[in-house]
């Protein structure tokens, strides 16, 4: 009985050093655990160019920043929140900010703004706020320069059958 403990033992060692060992985030999020207790994919921690991001609600997210606009090379594949990125609807991406959810984008050159449904995680370019899909560029009036100064103001949680807000960009 004891040499086949020990052979177990033996076993169990040889197993826990093939395993593989996977870079696991252990910071606290900010996000609340969803109705079956878990945090939602789209509000855990991520990575991307060796830059931590982390997914948070704010609800007195008010910023200034760089626009910029995001189209074809993206079109018809899947958003961060699983949706599918249609260039010509009015949604943007945000680094942070829950998916999906609402802004106005305000140009400051212009004072112009409209309505967008965040759907998507970037931009991942310094010095920039939110990437605007071609559609909401071109409502905002930015498609042409490519980039502009925004406000971006959070508005609050997106409706998950978002499209008639993301067509109009209100």
Not at 58 to 75: C, I, L, N, R, T
Request: charged letters at 25%.
């Amino acid at each position: 009985m004891l040499r086949a403990a020990a052979l177990l033992l033996a076993c169990l060692a040889v197993t826990a050093c093939a395993s593989p060992r996977y870079a696991v985030d252990r910071r606290p999020t900010v996000a609340a655990p969803g109705p079956n207790g878990r945090v939602p994919a789209t509000m855990r921690p991520y990575q991307v160019k060796g830059v931590w991001y982390t997914p948070k609600y704010d609800p007195d997210y008010d910023e200034k920043g760089v626009a910029s606009w995001y189209g074809q090379q993206f079109h018809n594949r899947n958003t961060a929140n699983g949706e599918v990125f249609d260039m010509e609807l009015v949604t943007a991406a945000h680094k942070t900010l829950p998916l999906p959810s609402l802004v106005e984008v305000t140009d400051l050159e212009s004072g112009r703004k409209i309505k967008v449904r965040v759907n998507d995680r970037g931009p991942f370019v310094e010095g920039r706020i939110i990437d605007l899909s071609k559609g909401a560029a071109e409502k905002l009036g930015i498609y042409r320069k490519g980039v502009a100064k925004v406000r971006v103001r959070y508005l609050g949680p997106a409706p998950e059958a978002g499209r008639r807000v993301a067509e109009r960009g209100e």
